[in-house]
């Protein structure tokens, strides 16, 4: 088949890799792709969001399924557009539609569809700029510190955890009438503080059946020990060693089963990926949040854990049979260290040359902000690579991707050599 993959992340590298190992996949295309994604397919210079050039695209070129990697074309209905349109409905795209999306898309949406299903979650009220004053009452009866959310896409940037009540009456202020985050942040989540460790678990679901993708820990922190500002991800690890049977089987029975049947329930149509950002507060899971898509740079570990035909499995959700698919799991370590551009994850240095991928033999070079120059390949993201293996235990893995990382060169790169050791 002829598959058509959305993105330019490291994600979609990850999974362009994976597709393109399946002998199902007769031609893979990737839009718009980055400079290392052309190993494993043909990149076409569309952008994720421009649904008319999508569609066309897919009809010239006989797509037979769309695998949409980012958030934003599935927030802004790129499956709802598919389904629209005569030409373009037979053709399967594996992202829920604007409905499914809103999970991610509205954090009043995914706070009011956990409280409904009994999902676990910190206590939450939400506000807008007619309820402001009951947003300052309600803050006054809060402990601190205390989350705020704004309620749309903010580019990673709409959580804000405030120490003191100044603070947060402050922000309130900011998001809500001063506009802080855009639209975005017309409502605003204010949410209790959870206390314990973060995991990302992934969930594929066809609507009716779901099989459980391997889970991972992420590491948003610029800095070693978790320090500094927040980025959109610094390395992942997979497995989870504190995700242990008994507490998988808490994030199942209370996360999983239950997320997966309220959609089936509130009739939301869903086929795609459900990724459930949970906080381990004393052995008990509570949803951070949801995503409609995959975690980078969680994906780029997760996929190397997967031993199965991905194409097969991606068939499964477009038909409505994953429960007559195989997933078979490595119980190997999978460990992605990200390498950045120097500045990041502020205003950050672009176009240096990378060198030294070459002498990298034992870890994938999964190409996040990349182009080509010339014969060169060049930085042109903030989040540049990223270093990916799988060994045989935890220790090898962490070595391995972070050794593989120094193999590397441009001018200005960092990135965190403590990926994955507080799990040891
Ligand atoms: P989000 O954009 O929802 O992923 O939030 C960004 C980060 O803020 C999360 O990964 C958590 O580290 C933190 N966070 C969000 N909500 C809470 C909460 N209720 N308690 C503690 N930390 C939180
Ligand atoms: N790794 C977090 C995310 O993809 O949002």
Not at 98 to 123: H, V
Not at 133 to 153: M, R
Request: glycine share 10%; with cysteine; hydrophobic share 40%.
């Amino acid at each position: 088949m002829n598959i058509l993959l959305l993105g330019s992340g490291g994600r979609e590298s990850a999974f362009a890799w994976k597709i393109s190992q399946s002998p199902k996949c007769r031609q893979l295309f990737i839009a718009p792709g980055n400079a290392g994604t052309s190993q494993y397919g043909k990149n076409v210079n569309i952008k994720a969001t421009d649904f008319d050039s999508i569609g066309r695209f897919a009809t010239e070129n006989k797509v037979d399924l769309i695998l949409v990697g980012p958030e934003e074309p599935l927030v802004k209905g790129i499956h709802d557009f598919f389904l629209a349109d005569e030409k373009l409905k037979h053709i399967p795209v594996i992202g829920p539609q604007q409905e499914g999306a809103q999970l991610e898309g509205s954090k009043d949406f995914s706070k009011d569809f956990m409280f409904r299903n009994n999902i676990p979650t910190a206590a939450s009220k939400t506000f807008t700029r007619e309820t402001l004053h009951e947003g300052f009452e309600y803050l006054s009866t809060q402990s601190l510190p205390i989350v705020l959310k704004a309620d749309g896409l903010a580019a990673g940037k709409g959580v804000l955890i405030c120490e003191t009540l100044k603070e947060a009456e402050r922000e309130l202020i900011s998001m809500l009438t001063e506009a802080k985050f855009g639209d975005a942040s017309s409502k605003v989540v204010v949410e209790q503080f959870l206390t314990g460790i973060e995991l990302s678990v992934f969930v594929m679901t066809d609507g009716q059946h779901y099989k459980v993708l391997p889970e991972a820990k992420d590491y948003k922190r610029i800095g070693e020990g978790d320090s500094g500002l927040n980025t959109g991800g610094m390395g992942s690890v997979s497995p989870v060693p504190f995700a242990d049977a008994a507490f998988m089987k808490k994030v199942h029975d209370k996360v999983i089963v239950p997320t997966v049947n309220g959609l089936k329930k509130e009739k939301i149509p869903y086929k795609g990926f459900i990724f459930i950002g949970l906080m381990n507060c004393n052995g008990e899971p509570y949803v951070i949040e949801y995503n409609c898509r995959m975690g980078d740079p969680e994906t780029e570990s997760v996929m190397l854990r997967i031993e199965s035909d991905f194409v097969d499995l991606l068939q499964g959700v477009a038909k409505g049979n994953l429960n007559e698919k195989e997933l078979v799991i490595s119980n190997k370590t999978a460990a992605t260290v990200v390498c950045v551009a120097g500045g990041y994850p502020g205003e950050y240095l672009r176009n240096k040359v990378i060198t030294g991928m070459e002498n990298v033999h034992e870890s994938k070079v999964f190409h996040a902000g990349t182009s080509m120059n010339g014969e060169n390949v060049i930085t042109t993201g903030g989040r540049v690579l990223a270093i990916s293996t799988l060994q045989d235990n935890m220790f090898n893995a962490l070595q391995q991707a972070t050794a593989d990382a120094s193999r590397i060169y441009w001018d200005g790169i960092y990135f965190r050599k403590d990926i994955g050791f507080d799990l040891l």
